[in-house]
């Protein structure tokens, strides 16, 4: 039996069809990537595309993917596993070792942050409408920086489980976790207490 999934992430671009009003999947293919494999995508404030591979590293295009350059200046270490962006186009990437770096000029140049707790590589990010990064590993669990990762706060206490798949930011500005061992878990105070959002589904084990 495969696991309940809950899927965090979503590659396709859905239309809606005023005939139906159901959403329907529109795949339209990207050139210039030259194969190869990726690792993460997503789109900044201006609408640039901006992908993690495993070949090529961090790469972005200003025109949907028809023209592509480099963007690993500063990025001691690849390739980069996951890539997030906050609302002001700082970027934040993870390494396959499990460093963290940021770039706050567009990926032209990447710092590496220091101070992350953990030794073991990173599984979960998230950075927040309001700026708060969130990060997840499996030997220091969840903690959290509200200053763009000067110093971090231990929240694995309060979620109870070091087991961590995916994280995630609702509309409404709650933070869901999914976990190895204890569901979907829910906060709606950026992570200081957590309350079960598991309701309806039967696997303990969320990616």
Not at 60 to 66: F, R, V
Not at 172 to 200: F, P
Request: charged share 15%; with cysteine.
């Amino acid at each position: 039996m495969s696991r309940t999934k809950i899927i965090f992430a979503t590659v396709l671009v859905l239309t809606l069809s005023s005939a139906t009003g159901k959403a329907q999947p529109s795949l339209v293919p990207i050139s210039g990537l030259g194969g190869g494999h990726l690792n993460w995508l997503l789109f900044n404030s201006k609408n640039e595309l901006i992908v993690a591979t495993k070949e090529n590293s961090v790469i972005l295009s200003q025109d949907n993917g028809k023209i592509w350059k480099n963007i690993n200046n500063g990025l001691a270490s690849l390739p980069i596993e996951r890539l997030a962006v906050d609302s002001r186009d700082w970027l934040y990437a993870v390494a396959d070792s499990g460093k963290l770096f940021r770039s706050t000029n567009d990926g032209l140049s990447w710092q590496l942050l220091e101070t992350t707790p953990g030794k073991s590589p990173i599984c979960a990010l998230l950075v927040t409408s309001t700026h708060v990064i969130l990060i997840a590993d499996t030997t220091a669990g969840l903690s959290r920086s509200t200053n763009d990762g000067a110093t971090w706060t231990s929240l694995t206490a309060a979620l109870g489980t070091t087991h961590i798949n995916a994280l995630a930011e609702a509309k409404s500005g709650s933070i869901l976790c999914g976990t190895r061992d204890k569901g979907v878990m829910k906060s709606i105070n950026g992570g200081s207490t957590w309350k079960s959002a598991s309701a309806g589904i039967s696997r303990q084990d969320i990616q």
